[in-house]
């Protein structure tokens, strides 16, 4: 089992920053892959950006492509996701996933998900 926690959420402006936190507990984290996606009202789970195990590899979806990103500190067992010039259809609950898959961006593929965190972005 992997436990997952993401923190960092917030409300901010538009055009403003936030940076995302994503903490594991439990099997080693160095073993998976870590996803982060959002979901918005009304709207299906999205993918947003994944990261590879060792932190080289990261694949963007192309809606936050320049403005997000993704970095992991092993050693903390953490994922970050800078997110700056943020628009007002970025705001959703951001969650972050472990896959023992290298960077993949389905849902189904990801074993272990965290309770999420909010962020709006006011315009």
């Known amino acids: 089992q992997v436990q997952l926690v993401e923190s960092g959420g917030g409300s901010v402006q538009a055009g403003g920053s936030l940076r995302l936190s994503c903490t594991a507990s439990?099997?080693?984290?160095?073993?998976?892959?870590i996803g982060w996606f959002r979901q918005a009202p009304g709207k299906e789970r999205e993918f947003v950006v994944a990261?590879?195990?060792?932190?080289?590899?990261?694949f963007y979806a192309n809606s936050v492509k320049g403005r997000f990103t993704i970095s992991r500190d092993n050693a903390k067992n953490t994922v970050y996701l800078q997110m700056n010039s943020l628009k007002p259809e970025d705001a959703a609950i951001y969650y972050c996933?472990?896959?023992?898959?290298?960077?993949?961006?389905?849902?189904?593929?990801?074993?272990?998900w965290g309770q999420g965190t909010q962020v709006t972005v006011s315009s």
């Open positions: 996933a472990a896959s023992p898959i290298y960077l993949v961006v389905r849902k189904t593929q990801y074993n272990y």
């Open positions: 439990g099997r080693t984290f160095s073993n998976y892959a």
């Open positions: 990261i590879s195990l060792s932190g080289d590899s990261t």
